[in-house]
Structure formats: C-alpha cells, structure tokens
C-alpha cells in the first residue's frame, strides 16, 4: 500500500518560517514529479511548486523567491522551505508524488493528507 505522510505544519507570525516534509513509503520502484498544492477557506486547490525528476523546479508567482522546492530520493522525501511568509499564505498544504512501485505497472498520482499551515500574529 501507498502513504504520503506531512509533517512541519503549524501556526507561525507573518516573516517567519516552516519546512514541511512528506516521506513516501512502500516498496517504491521510482519517484517523478514530486508538487506541493495548497487550499485556503473559499479558494480552489492551487500549486505551490513542483519538482521533476531531473530536479527542474517551477513556483507559482505568490511564493517565487520565498518557498524552496527540493527531493531526497535515497529517503522518498519531498521538502517545502517556505520563508517570509504571509498570512494570504495561511491553507492546508498537500503533498503529490507521481510514483512508480514495479517498472512494468506504470507510475501513478498520490496525495498527502494535508497539513496545517496557518500565518497569523
């Protein structure tokens, strides 16, 4: 069986910062495109960031410059550094992972369970 579990969210000050992670675990054979996705109260899922295998990264223009993307394959973990943050970036933060567990089965999409990330003094 597939599990994506988050961690690092929590209530931070608006300029401060949090590392979420998210550690796949199961027999993986492979990991694609690793993202990090978010939602706010009222608004529709977004993406935050991406990252393919080859370690191309791409942001959404609210969080260039502040939010980091990176992967460590030898732990099937996917990391957000996010710094300077803002209280607009207060959402439930998912994981997603294009995953690959036997090379003749193809690679599929899964999701985190969400974490809390709230900016508020």
């Known amino acids: 069986q597939v599990q994506l579990v988050e961690s690092g969210g929590g209530l931070v000050q608006p300029g401060g910062s949090l590392r979420l992670s998210c550690a796949a675990s199961?027999?993986?054979?492979?990991?694609?495109?690793m993202g990090w996705y978010r939602q706010a109260p009222g608004k529709e899922r977004e993406l935050v960031a991406a990252i393919t295998s080859g370690g191309n990264t791409n942001y959404a223009d609210a969080v260039k410059g502040r939010f980091t993307i990176a992967r460590d394959n030898a732990k099937h973990t996917v990391y957000l550094q996010m710094n300077s943050l803002k209280p607009e970036d207060t959402a439930v933060y998912y994981c997603?992972?294009?995953?690959?567990?036997?090379?003749?089965?193809?690679?599929?999409?899964?999701w985190g369970q969400g974490t809390q990330v709230t900016v508020s003094s």
């Open positions: 997603n992972a294009n995953l690959m567990f036997q090379p003749w089965a193809g690679a599929s999409d899964y």
């Open positions: 199961g027999s993986i054979y492979s990991m694609n495109a």
